[in-house]
T-cell receptor, first 110, second 117 residues
Framework: DQQVKQNSPSLSVQEGRISILNCDYTNSMFDYFLWYKKYPAEGPTFLISISSIKDKNEDGRFTVFLNKSAKHLSLHIVPSQPGDSAVYFCAASVDYKLSFGAGTTVTVRA | NAGVMQNPRHLVRRRGQEARLRCSPMKGHSHVYWYRQLPEEGLKFMVYLQKENIIDESGMPKERFSAEFPKEGPSILRIQQVVRGDSAAYFC???????????????FGAGSRLTVL
């Protein structure tokens, strides 16, 4: 059951520009949404989260937007930096359990 | 990922053998979560344990898989009679509460990559 979907497997962006990653979900019971970043041979690292009662949360270069009516969220990274090249996972939680999307591989070009 | 320790990082087994993966959560944490990542997929919940107690094992395959978190020592994920389809990365996690959003955030270890020949 694919409750969280990331429909873009990859994204290429120029250094300094904005990266926009998208995520859709089906379960209206999700109470929090999270973004994780993963480098090869490492575990996922938490980036930012948002409560289902909010529509925006910002932390430095990272902003997450939530559209509950569309069951859609996005992560904006601006400006994009070479170190941002990684796989980004969208996740959603009900209580303690996280459901993950399949990930989007971001490549930041110099 | 500092704090959640997993070993081995890589494990190779032949079909029919047993695999044991170990996880020590962050210091002072008494709960661990196990997730599995199959190739080209996201992480999937397997089991949630506290010391000497399984809280939720709804993501565990019904056969061959078991998990424990004893009073002393690391959590163990055990896979008996491994098959090629068990080849995956297995991640363990501790949790904390994000002070900004209130979300229950998982902090993952570096993972154990199991290859079944």
């Amino acid at each position: 059951d694919q409750q969280v979907k990331q429909n873009s497997p990859s994204l290429s962006v120029q250094e300094g520009r904005i990266s926009i990653l998208n995520c859709d979900y089906t379960n209206s019971m999700f109470d929090y949404f999270l973004w994780y970043k993963k480098y090869p041979a490492e575990g996922p690292t938490f980036l930012i989260s948002i409560s289902s009662i909010k529509d925006k949360n910002e932390d430095g270069r990272f902003t997450v937007f939530l559209n509950k009516s569309a069951k859609h969220l996005s992560l904006h990274i601006v400006p994009s930096q070479p170190g941002d090249s990684a796989v980004y996972f969208c996740a959603a939680s009900v209580d303690y359990k996280l459901s993950f999307g399949a990930g989007t591989t971001v490549t930041v070009r110099a | 990922n500092a704090g959640v320790m997993q070993n081995p990082r890589h494990l190779v087994r032949r079909r029919g053998q047993e695999a044991r993966l170990r996880c020590s959560p962050m210091k002072g944490h008494s709960h661990v979560y196990w997730y599995r990542q199959l190739p080209e997929e996201g992480l999937k919940f397997m089991v949630y344990l506290q010391k000497e107690n399984i809280i939720d094992e709804s993501g565990m395959p019904k056969e061959r898989f078991s998990a424990e978190f004893p009073k002393e020592g690391p959590s163990i994920l055990r896979i008996q009679q491994v098959v090629r389809g068990d080849s995956a990365a297995y991640f363990c996690a501790s949790s904390f509460r994000d002070r900004l959003s209130g979300a229950n955030v998982l902090t993952f270890g570096a993972g154990s990559r199991l290859t079944v020949l």
